[in-house]
C-alpha cells in the first residue's frame, strides 16, 4: 500500500508542474509576441498551441498511468523485491521517456513558421520559441521530482528510514 504522506507530496509537486506548464500563457515575451499577430495568425496560433499542450498533456498522463501499472504490478503481483532507488529510478524513466517520445513523435498538423513572414518575425518567434523550451524544460524537471516521490511513496512503508 502506498504511503499517503508521500503520494499528497508528489500529488502536490505533479500539480505545480501542470501550473508551470501553463504559465506558458502568462509569459511576457510571449504576450507582446502574440499581441503583434493579425487576428487570423492569432487563430493559427491558439490552434497550435492547444494542440501542443493536448499531446503533452496526454503523453505525461500516459506515462504516469504506465509508472502507476508498473508499481502496482510489481508491489502487488509480481512481489519482486526492488530497492527504493531502484524503484524510483524507473518510474521516472517510464514516465518521462514515454512523456517526450510520445510529444516528440506526435505528428503535428501545423507549425507557426509556416504563418511567420520576414526576418524580423522568425526572429522574434525564435525568442518566443526559446522561453516556451525554458517553460517545457522548468516544467520537466518538476514533474521529473513529482513522479519520483510518487515512486517512493510505493516503498511499502511510511516510515522514513526504509
Given amino acids: 500500500m502506498p504511503c499517503g504522506i508521500t503520494c499528497t507530496i508528489a500529488l502536490v509537486i505533479i500539480v505545480s508542474k501542470i501550473i508551470y506548464t501553463f504559465s506558458v500563457a502568462n509569459d511576457s515575451s510571449i504576450k507582446q509576441y502574440k499581441n503583434s499577430f493579425t487576428p487570423e ?14 499531446l503533452y498533456i496526454q503523453g505525461y498522463t500516459l506515462g504516469m498511468v504506465l509508472s502507476i501499472l508498473f508499481l502496482i504490478y510489481n508491489t502487488q503481483f509480481a512481489k519482486r523485491p526492488m530497492s527504493v532507488i531502484s524503484m524510483v529510478c524507473i518510474v521516472v524513466i517510464i514516465t518521462f521517456f ?13 507549425w507557426v513558421l509556416n504563418h511567420v ?14 522561453a516556451m523550451q525554458l517553460h517545457y524544460h522548468g516544467a520537466f524537471a518538476i514533474g521529473l521530482v513529482g513522479v519520483g516521490v510518487l515512486a517512493y511513496a510505493f516503498r511499502g512503508s511510511c516510515d522514513p528510514r526504509f
Avoid at 514515454?98 to 501545423?110: I, M
Fill in 41 to 54: 495568425l492569432r487563430e493559427i496560433y491558439k490552434k497550435i498551441t492547444m494542440e501542443r499542450l493536448s
Fill in 98 to 110: 514515454f512523456s517526450y517520445f510520445y510529444y516528440t513523435l506526435s505528428p503535428k498538423t501545423d
Fill in 117 to 130: 513572414t520576414g526576418e524580423k518575425d522568425v526572429k522574434a518567434w525564435l525568442h518566443v520559441y526559446r
